[in-house]
Every structure is written in structure tokens, then in C-alpha cells.
């Protein structure tokens, strides 16, 4: 079956860091791959995605590219700041027609 | 503006009551999802929908009932709210063109 597993967190990181979230999944086909964020007292919303092997997302200084070969979509940015606190929701879509897939969330917090 | 309101943002009700979470969509989306988020943070789908008149339940069972009669409203009711029903509910709304999911702020739900 389908299915996402990212880093658990709570991740702590001094501003200016940089920034990995792994994140792989398993999947039949090929599916598109997200990022999403959620920020304190917030819905989710979108930060990035790919549709296709070697495609790369990018936003707010956010990256992740779609590896194939390691079923894998990890996030990085190259230098956090402290509005980056949030929690990280790595999601996956089978195809169009069907429901998107979460992880469990990874929660990051930069310190000043 | 396109957007997704929930409604209300917060809730304190006691035990017994029947409750009703309001979800609009001004996008003209097909497909809107119910999701149940825990102090952990995991969303876990309960509910979602594919167009008027067609509900499904979600991975997660929950004791509430949804209604679709149009396309941009996705309610949620509670028939007798338990203390273990106590949470955060986000709304969703899917867009076959993009493939992603725009959300609702969502609303905390305390039962006593």
C-alpha cells in the first residue's frame, strides 16, 4: 500500500541553521509528492511539491526533490529563521482520483 | 478571494450536546475531506466527499456524520459530544487540476 514516513521531531535548531527533514515513502506508481506546513493556531497549507522523479519543489527558501531511485522527497533550507517554527507534513498522492497521504508530522523549533 | 472558512473557530460544550462544524469552500471544489488532528499533531481522515450527495468515511472512525448537498458546504454533526471527542477538526478541500489540498483554520473542540 501507500504510505509516508518522515522524521520524528521535535526538531531544535538555532536561527541560521541549516535544515533536513527526511522524509521517504512507499508507493505503487508514481505518485506527486508534497510539503505542507502548519503554523501555530493554523490550518495546513502547501509549501512545495513534485510530480515527477528528479522534479524539484521549491518555496520560502524551502527545497526537496522527488528521488526515485531512494523513495525519497527530503526537505532543507539553507538558513532557518526563527518564523520557521512550525510543524512539517510530508504527503504523498497516489493519482488524482484519490485521497492524499500525511506523515506523521515533524515539529520545528529555531531558536534566537 | 478563494478560501475555505470553518466555523466556529473554538467550542466549549458539555457532554451530551449536538454539535454542528461548519465547512465552506468558495472554489468550486469537488472533493473536501474532515480530518481529526491530535495533541501529537497526526491527521487522521474521518470523513470525505467527492461531490454532492457522496460521502465516505475515512481510515479513522469517528461517531460523527457528515452531509454534502452542496458542493461548497461540508458539515460535520455530532449527535451526543463525549469528552473523548475533544479535538481539532480541520476541513479540506481537493483540487483534481493541482492535485493539492487547501484547508480550513480549523476548530477546537473541548467537550466537558
Known amino acids: 500500500g501507500n504510505s509516508v514516513t518522515q522524521m520524528e521531531g521535535p526538531v531544535t535548531l538555532s536561527e541560521e541553521a541549516f535544515l533536513t527533514i527526511n522524509c521517504t515513502y512507499t508507493?505503487?506508481?508514481?505518485?506527486?509528492l508534497f510539503w505542507y506546513v502548519q503554523y501555530p493556531g493554523e490550518g495546513l497549507q502547501l509549501l512545495l511539491k513534485a510530480t515527477k522523479a528528479d522534479d524539484k519543489g521549491s518555496n520560502k527558501g524551502f527545497e526537496a526533490t522527488y528521488r526515485k531511485e531512494t523513495t525519497s522527497f527530503h526537505l532543507e533550507k539553507g538558513s532557518v529563521q526563527v518564523s520557521d517554527s512550525a510543524v512539517y507534513f510530508c504527503a504523498l498522492s497516489p493519482n488524482r482520483d484519490d485521497k492524499i497521504i500525511f506523515g506523521k508530522g515533524t515539529r520545528l523549533h529555531i531558536l534566537p | 478571494e478563494a478560501d475555505i472558512y470553518q466555523t466556529p473557530r473554538y467550542l466549549v460544550i458539555g457532554t451530551g450536546k449536538k454539535i454542528t462544524l461548519e465547512c465552506s469552500q468558495t472554489m468550486g471544489h469537488d472533493k473536501m475531506y474532515w480530518y481529526q488532528q491530535d495533541p501529537g499533531m497526526e491527521l487522521h481522515l474521518i470523513h470525505y466527499s467527492y461531490g454532492v450527495n457522496s460521502t465516505e468515511k475515512g481510515d479513522l472512525s469517528s461517531e460523527s456524520t457528515v452531509s454534502r448537498i452542496r458542493t461548497e458546504h461540508f458539515p460535520l454533526t455530532l449527535e451526543s459530544a463525549r469528552p473523548s471527542h475533544t479535538s481539532q477538526y480541520l476541513c479540506?478541500?481537493?483540487?483534481?487540476?493541482?492535485?493539492?489540498?487547501?484547508f480550513g483554520p480549523g476548530t477546537r473542540l473541548t467537550v466537558l
Open positions: 479540506a478541500s481537493g483540487d483534481r487540476v493541482t492535485d493539492t489540498q487547501c
Open positions: 508507493a505503487t506508481g508514481y505518485p506527486s
